[in-house]
Nanobody
Framework: QVSLEESGGGLVQPGGSLRLSCTPS????????TAWYRQAPGNQRERVAL???????DYGDSVKGRFTISRDNAKNVVYLQMDSLKPEDTGVYSC??????????WGQGTQVTVSS
């Protein structure tokens, strides 16, 4: 059984930065494609960024130019660097990962709060 471990959320002032990370809980599994989603209270979950195994990326319009998704294949970790954060970026961020098992897995979610 494998799960995903997320870290890096927290409280930050507007204009600040946070970096989220997502990695399998056990070794022996390879991350293929990964997407980060967020959900704010009362809103639908939205995809904010995607990265493929080869490193191709895609971003939601609301985060383009401010968020950067990246991966370290040697460490089997995917990151979401969030800069110039705004109050509307507040929400629960979750990674959704395709592993070499052929299945998709969700992280437990990490809270990001942008507030002064």
């Amino acid at each position: 059984q494998v799960s995903l471990e997320e870290s890096g959320g927290g409280l930050v002032q507007p204009g600040g930065s946070l970096r989220l990370s997502c990695t399998p809980s056990r070794s022996g599994f390879t991350i293929l494609n990964t997407a980060w989603y967020r959900q704010a209270p009362g809103n639908q979950r939205e995809r904010v960024a995607l990265i493929t195994r080869s490193g191709s990326t895609d971003y939601g319009d609301s985060v383009k130019g401010r968020f950067t998704i990246s991966r370290d294949n040697a460490k089997n970790v995917v990151y979401l660097q969030m800069d110039s954060l705004k109050p509307e970026d507040t929400g629960v961020y979750s990674c959704n990962v395709a592993l070499n098992t052929g299945s998709f897995y969700w992280g437990q979610g990490t809270q990001v709060t942008v507030s002064s």
